[in-house]
């Protein structure tokens, strides 16, 4: 059993610059302010309680359009990286073809929103060059309450805008254990999850293993027993606390099945790190706001069998759903 680099995979389906779509004419959403970035339309900053945050804003605030906040993956990745003075998105690129949103994200603790290429390591990395290890505030903060607390934070301060209209909060892999969170947060119309197992990420780890008997990575197992082990949560392993892995190790089906709002599960049926997957059309009758899409033949990042990226169609169909009674 492995925990590996997802940023690596991303990239893959992602090399394309994305120009510049925006112009923040409004230079604040609710309490935030924006500061205008030549190429990328506008940054800001999140100041939690724990740490400032960085941002980025894509789109023209103020227009009243709905807003999509996008939640990434695990790992210590910026939002974009610069290679060579063009911009390339380590998150889905497609989110940005649709201009009838805007969009904002909100960088990792620790985590510029926009890093050079000369910053990161092989898997995109941005580590500290003194520690050759995560930054400090990521290794602190990287965890599921710390993300929950700063979203909710962020929504109130956008939803002081009256030119802010719905709030779709779209999380993939890590980032949907968050989103499951806040499918009872005031201020969020829509909540798309995507990719992520019901049971939390270590029982899928361990789950995957115990599908298959006669291969089971024993130590593997092990290795997951002991980071769910309370008693070592001071310890680290990749980078990150053995707090962290417990954190995302919640049960998303829980938040998920106290959703308030309309919620979407998204997931490829050929996702194995979702073993569990097969479980969210099973809690649909009992969800009433509910919706799940399942993508045959596609793994985590939507590639199919043959390597051929499928993200445009899966988002094609999130974004139909998205729009649905609007």
């Known amino acids: 059993m492995k925990l590996t680099s997802l940023a690596s995979h991303f990239i893959v389906a992602l090399q394309l610059a994305i120009p510049a779509r925006l112009t923040a004419q409004v230079q604040t959403l609710g309490s935030i302010h924006l500061t205008q970035h030549p190429d990328l339309g506008a940054t800001f900053h999140l100041s939690t309680p724990a740490m400032e945050l960085e941002g980025l804003f894509i789109g023209q605030a103020g227009n009243g359009k709905p807003l999509l906040i996008f939640i990434p993956g695990s790992e210590p990745v910026p939002l974009y990286t610069r290679m060579g003075g063009v911009y390339y998105p380590l998150v889905p690129r497609q989110l940005f073809d649709q201009a009838q949103y805007n969009f904002l994200l909100l960088s990792k603790p620790g985590i510029p929103a926009i890093a050079d290429t000369s910053e990161l390591d092989e898997k995109y990395y941005y580590l500290d060059p003194a520690t050759g290890m995560p930054p400090a505030a ?3 903060h990287n965890n599921l309450g710390f993300y929950v607390n700063a979203y909710e934070q962020l929504i109130a301060a956008l939803r002081e805008s ?3 209209g719905r709030i779709y909060v779209v999380g993939h892999s890590q980032g949907a254990r968050i989103a499951a ?17 019901p049971l939390g990420r270590m029982a899928a780890l361990v789950d995957r293993d115990y599908a298959c008997p006669g291969s089971m990575d024993r130590d593997g197992v092990k290795l997951a027993q002991a980071l769910l082990d309370p008693a070592q949560a001071d310890s680290t392993y990749m980078g990150d606390y053995y707090s962290s892995f417990q954190s995302f190790s919640k049960p ?8 308030t709002v309309p919620t979407l599960v998204v997931y490829g049926k050929a996702d194995t790190s979702c ?16 919706s799940v899409m399942a993508f045959t033949g596609y793994d985590h990042n939507y590639f199919d069998e043959q390597r051929e990226n499928h993200w445009h169609e899966v988002l094609m169909n999130v974004f139909q759903w998205l729009d649905e009674g609007e």
Request: glycine share 8%.
């Open 275 to 290: 073993p569990n997957c097969y479980a969210w059309p099973l809690l649909q009758p009992y969800v009433p706001c509910l």
């Open 181 to 197: 969170e806040l499918t009872g947060a005031p201020g969020i119309d829509k909540v798309v999850f995507m990719s992520a197992d």
């Open 138 to 140: 990521y290794k602190a």
């Open 162 to 164: 009256p030119g802010i």
């Open 252 to 259: 998303a089906v829980i938040g998920i099945s106290q959703a």
